[in-house]
């Protein structure tokens, strides 16, 4: 059976919507013909507003639409993945509420679409609309010309569709909210608690919510021309009722194949490949968990690219790119590591930008590690954006391979993990208790071994100073590690100083390096990571 057939006997009626998931124990023959990576790079994503909202552009035009594609040719870049929606769509879709449906260009940001917001927080919100509803009143279709631009500067143009994005849904009255959404609220997955935002997203075991979100998929594939399509199951990670995960992985499983069945269709009427992709969680149980079965799909041939990735609230370096690698072996699948532009240890830490060091240190481990790809997420050229936005061009043609961080300025930050299954145990190494006698540990994937670089250990501790902290032993992979004094680095930088330790090379490790620290006073660690390279402090 090719794989053609085997989608047909998946759906009902061909590529047809479907109503129900498969039966428990049924099982989906195996497909052959995946691609498979040929080199490492980066995979780059544009969210549905950051063009249209940035306060920089004035009087959208051609030359403009071109000119953002262009700043990414002769990067490392292989893939820009444009996001064209979130509840709603920023092109007139016929299916989808656009996102100036309700919006009067007539008037300024005091119009009802934006009275949810207060005047002095309404600028924002009309700018976005504005410049998306007037460069398409000009008939300029953002989306069109940027597929037709990328594949003129040889790079592959995909979409990227949120498939159940929430922005703001305490505000029941958000200009971002979709008809179908605000007209539907028994579709939501918890309708008995408001405790965060995922209580408010779509319910993907009512068929009408994948109805919905199919009936968008057709639409883009009918008027773009596209290199790839991703669905994005990480906007916002949260797809069935609390429970109902399990049976969700089969319904998203069918729903995958729905949808690769509809791009078989047109690859015939294209004449080129469409690949499909999906953005999951950043570990295979949490991802399974969730209900996004990426290895099945994977395994079946339905997807050529997967990105796991953290959902927003930090970087996550240690992602366990071997094991998916291991569970991916055969199927020649893309495997892309997700890069969030925020970095911080814990939930209750202020979030900081990443810079180019932060970033080269997870690239550099995920790389090292296996990954296929570095996928880019709110890594955009103006306001979200990393911290030291200077050095964008920069990070664009350095991060996507191990040969182009060699010998590069990295550091390697502990984080954690933003998202779980329900009902998953959750856990996160910091802040951590120093209690004199007793060792903290603290395990810091740092990459490739470094051979000819400075390497350190920098702890940031909270209630102890420095004359305490430089007594205190501290030692890596066993090894005593010299107090080497207060630093703080320029971008992506806690509010306190960290106290420095010189690491002796001959004792780094490729991956993990495990820093030990023997307190001799009650006080609280709350940062820790190593760098490679840089000068001493002065």
């Known amino acids: 059976m090719n794989r053609r057939e085997l989608l047909m006997t998946l759906t009902t009626g061909g590529c047809a919507a479907f109503a129900s998931p498969l039966q428990a124990g049924e099982k989906i023959p195996a497909v ?7 080199f490492q790079g980066i995979s780059l994503n544009e969210d549905d507003s950051h063009f249209f909202a940035d306060e920089k552009r004035h009087d959208l035009n051609a030359a403009q639409v071109d000119a953002w594609v262009d700043q990414y ?12 929606n979130a509840m709603r769509t920023s092109f007139d879709s016929k299916v989808w509420t656009p996102i100036w449906k309700g919006f009067d260009p007539r008037t300024g940001p005091d119009q009802p679409l934006f009275a949810s917001y207060p005047p002095d927080q309404r600028k924002g919100p009309y700018h976005f609309v504005y410049n998306a509803w007037k460069i398409n009143h000009d008939g300029i279709d953002v989306y069109a010309r940027w597929i037709q631009r990328a594949r003129q500067r040889g790079i592959a143009p995909w979409l990227s569709m949120r498939m159940n994005d929430i922005h703001n849904v305490d505000d029941e009255n958000n200009y971002l909210h979709s008809d179908f959404w605000k007209q539907n609220p ?3 997955r918890v309708n008995y608690r408001f405790a965060e935002w995922t209580d408010r997203a779509l319910d993907y075991g009512r068929p009408e919510v994948r109805q919905y979100s199919l009936a968008l998929i057709r639409e883009l594939a009918n008027r773009y021309d596209f290199d790839g399509l991703e669905l994005d199951w990480m906007r916002f990670g949260y797809h ?11 319904i998203l499983t069918k729903f995958t194949a729905e949808v690769r069945c ?3 269709t047109w690859e015939k009427k294209r004449g080129h490949r469409i690949r499909l992709g999906a953005r999951v969680a950043s570990r295979p149980q949490t991802a399974l968990g969730l209900g996004m079965d990426a290895i099945t799909w994977a395994q079946r041939g339905f ?17 366990p790119i071997e094991l998916w690698k291991e569970l991916l072996k055969g199927t020649g699948v893309i495997l892309a590591a997700g890069l969030e532009v925020l970095v911080r ?8 930008s990443n810079s180019l060091e932060t970033v080269r240190g997870a690239a550099a481990t995920l790389l090292d ?3 296929d790809r570095i996928h880019l997420f709110n890594y955009m050229d103006s306001d979200t954006a990393m911290d030291d936005l200077k050095n964008y061009p920069t990070l664009l043609r350095e991060v996507g391979s191990l040969k182009t961080l060699v010998g590069k300025e990295r550091r390697h930050i502990i984080t954690f993990s933003d998202t779980w299954a329900p009902g998953e145990p959750r856990a996160q190494m910091l802040p951590a208790k120093c209690v004199p006698g007793r060792w903290n540990a603290f395990r810091v994937p740092t990459g490739p071994r470094p051979t000819s670089e400075r390497a350190t250990a920098r702890l940031g501790i909270r209630g102890a100073s420095e004359d305490q902290v430089k007594t205190w032993e501290v030692r890596v992979n066993g090894e005593p590690c010299a107090y080497a004094g207060l630093i703080k680095p320029k971008y992506s930088r806690p509010e306190n100083p960290l106290f420095e330790f010189a690491v002796p090379l001959f004792v780094m490790n490729r991956g993990y390096n495990l820093i030990e620290l023997g307190p001799k006073a009650e006080a609280e660690v709350i940062w820790v990571e190593m760098a490679i390279g840089g000068a001493p402090p002065a």
Do not use: K
């Not at 040719?73 to 064209?84: D, F, I, N, S, Y």
């Not at 997807?303 to 992602?319: C, G, L, N, Q, Y």
């Open 262 to 264: 509809l791009l078989d």
């Open 73 to 84: 040719a002769h990067t490392q870049v292989r893939e820009l993945m444009m996001c064209p």
């Open 186 to 188: 028994q579709f939501r």
């Open 345 to 352: 240890p814990d939930y209750a830490f202020t979030p900081l």
């Open 240 to 250: 069935f009722r609390p429970g109902h995960e399990q049976e969700g992985s089969r």
């Open 303 to 319: 997807v050529s690219m997967i990105v796991v990735t953290p959902f927003w609230a930090s970087i996550e370096p240690d992602m």
């Open 32 to 38: 052959a013909g995946s691609p498979s990576a040929q």
């Open 369 to 371: 590690r296996g990954a």
